[in-house]
């Protein structure tokens, strides 16, 4: 069976494709609206897996909509939401059996509802699949821990290609560099940068 | 890492234990009061795999209460729930790295919330997993059929070992065979036989 997962070269993905290789013929989709080239970034990541890679070309209107919700409310919360289901809607229509995501357990957004994820398989009459949803925060990290090789720094500084990069891009555009810190508190983000 | 997986012999947690296999050491545990042998229903399927098999014994007057509350209730979904969650908080004293169970997203009982699996994870210091939790139920039924050898039948014809099986024979001794028809709704359950 195809499988089709959203790939941000990040190590919840890179565990999501890990768990679901035994079962699926797993493709890395790197989502990206074409503001920058930080797709490039997972493309590195994914040639130290075994994995096919795919570029997955996003809507620019939605782009722009996510960074004009997100400088409305004043945090990215809503806007990364929007692009990660429409990304989801995107990976649906390229004709895989399942389509997949590295969300957890414990995530607060990017978040798929159970209504979400069925409505999702209805219209496309494809599988949906959270691999890791099953898994809390220190179980990942447990896994992680023996299973991948991971930069961990701040958002701003490390390279990896999920949907925030480009929002952050767009954003700059609108409302200036220093808008930035005020709208993407300060968070760890995680690159992988090989599989051991 | 050692992992506990509650086991019935049925496709969900036999799958569950494929998923997991790559990361953990998984042993299979079933659960069981004693009240019937049931349990070795599970033992030999866990027999056809590659897995420890170990037995988890139940405190009987669980077993009472959870018959109780079926009788009360009319149906048996609060009576298993109550069982589920006491075989997860056994499992969790054996002191393993992490527990799981083969709970799938779409599943109505038993259920473990988000709240209920931190509130685990807290008190033992161990990890709650749900593998399944993020595949559906045709995601399952394509990953069974491509994995698993699997009789399907009501579930009062097959020789299974989940707590239904044990909850069923007390409530025949204090409320009749007759009961059971209208306690337990008919609906398929399954006993995997081989493991491709």
């Not at 999702?120 to 959270?130: G, K, P, Q, T, V």
């Not at 925060?137 to 958002?155: F, I, K, M, Q, Y």
């Amino acid at each position: 069976m195809e499988l089709g997962l959203l790939y941000s070269g990040g190590k919840d993905s890179t565990l999501a494709a890990l768990l679901l290789k035994e079962f699926y013929d797993v493709t890395l989709l790197t989502a990206h609206f074409g503001v920058t080239d930080d797709w490039k970034h997972a493309r590195a990541t994914a040639e130290s897996t075994e994995f096919t890679f795919e570029r997955l070309q996003l809507e620019t209107g939605v782009a722009e909509e996510a960074a004009e919700q997100i400088r409305e409310d004043g945090f990215p919360r809503n806007g990364i939401q929007m692009v990660h289901q429409h990304a989801l809607e995107r990976a649906a229509e390229e004709g895989y059996d399942a389509v997949a995501d590295g969300t957890r357990r414990d995530d607060r957004v990017p978040t798929v509802s159970h209504a979400q994820a069925q409505s999702l398989e209805d219209r496309h009459d494809i599988d949906y699949i959270a691999p890791l949803s099953g898994f809390g925060r220190t179980a990942v990290d447990c896994l992680v821990e023996n299973t991948l090789d991971v930069t961990v720094g701040p958002s701003e500084e490390i390279t990896r290609a999920d949907y925030e990069a480009e929002l952050r891009a767009l954003l700059v555009d609108s409302a200036g560099e220093a808008a930035i810190g005020d709208l993407f508190p300060d968070h760890e983000q995680t690159h992988v940068t090989d599989v051991r």
